[in-house]
Structure formats: structure tokens, C-alpha cells
């Protein structure tokens, strides 16, 4: 599961050279990135992973091996989460890269001022850009509009709890 902003794309060499070696890999694209739909109510990393959870291959595929970068950690560990007592029959490991945390080790710490300047940053980072020329320099408004509701949309609060329980093997880089 790729960071945010990203797709499945970001995950092309690694997944290569995996498949080289008889692994099967599935890269998805979080809702919001890369070819998914774009147009979503909620961009939070526990409906992302709500709705990746409906992947046939992910529920019904036998046990994985789930590995999350950056944003894609906190999908990760949502999943988990959601599977509740079918973790451990769908996921024989977790490796988090890089990955999205606890709300404490994230910028201020304050689950508030970080979303109030989620906030201030959609305003400056998707609204303003429109008003004004910039010549595509900042990419596709698509692009800014899914990062910024990616990180506003989330709630970190809840990933210590999951942290804390989680009873599946689990590497942090």
C-alpha cells in the first residue's frame, strides 16, 4: 500500500523483482490515487481501508503478506483493525515502511492544530492555485485535493490502540 501522495506505480521495481522470485504481488491504488476514483465523501485511511478490504484477492486469497509505506501504514494497520479476529487468517505479516503513526509523533503532536493546518493547506494547496496562474507547476488539482483530504480526513488517534494489540508479526522500517 503506497504513501500518500503515490500510487501502485511506486511499488513497480519491488514488485518485479518479487514476481521474478514466484511471489504473487498486488499493488493497489488507495482510493483517491493513481487510476482509482477520485471522487470520494470520506479520504480517511480507515474508509480507504474499508474499501480496499472488498478486494476479492485480499479476503479470499489466503494468508499475505501486507507491507504499507507512509500513509499506506495507516491503511494498513487499519485493515488490520477491521479485520478484527480474521487478521490472522488474512495476514501472515505486517511491515510498515516509513509508515504513518501515532497522532503524538505526528508534526505538533495535536490532533487539532494538525488538522486545522490541513485545513490552511487545502486553501493555499488546492483553492488558491485555481485563482491564480501557476502553469501547471503543482500538478493536477485531483492530485492535491486527494493528498491534503487524505491527512485531513484521518483520525491518528486510534492507531496506538491498534498498535498496541496487534498480534501479528509485524516489521517496522
Do not use: C
Amino acid at each position: 500500500l503506497h504513501g500518500a501522495p503515490g500510487s501502485s506505480r511506486d511499488f513497480e521495481e519491488l514488485a518485479r523483482r518479487l514476481s521474478d522470485r514466484g511471489y504473487w504481488v498486488f499493488a493497489i491504488d488507495l482510493p483517491g490515487y493513481g487510476d482509482s476514483a477520485r471522487s470520494l465523501q470520506d479520504y480517511s485511511i480507515a474508509e480507504q481501508a474499508r474499501i480496499i478490504l472488498k478486494v476479492p484477492e485480499i479476503i479470499h486469497g489466503g494468508r499475505s503478506h501486507l507491507v504499507g509505506w507512509s500513509m499506506g501504514g495507516g491503511v494498513a494497520l487499519q485493515m488490520i483493525d477491521q479485520l478484527g479476529e480474521k487478521a490472522n487468517d488474512t495476514v501472515a505479516s505486517l511491515t510498515l515502511m516509513a509508515s504513518l503513526n501515532v497522532q503524538e509523533a505526528e508534526g505538533s503532536g495535536s490532533y487539532a492544530f494538525e488538522h486545522y493546518k490541513y485545513a490552511v493547506g487545502y486553501a493555499a494547496l488546492v483553492v488558491a492555485p485555481e485563482l491564480i496562474p501557476h502553469f501547471g507547476l503543482l500538478g493536477p488539482r485531483s492530485i492535491r485535493h486527494s493528498f491534503i483530504r487524505n491527512f485531513w480526513d484521518t483520525d491518528q488517534r486510534p492507531l496506538r490502540a491498534i498498535m498496541e494489540n496487534i498480534r501479528i508479526p509485524t516489521m517496522i522500517l
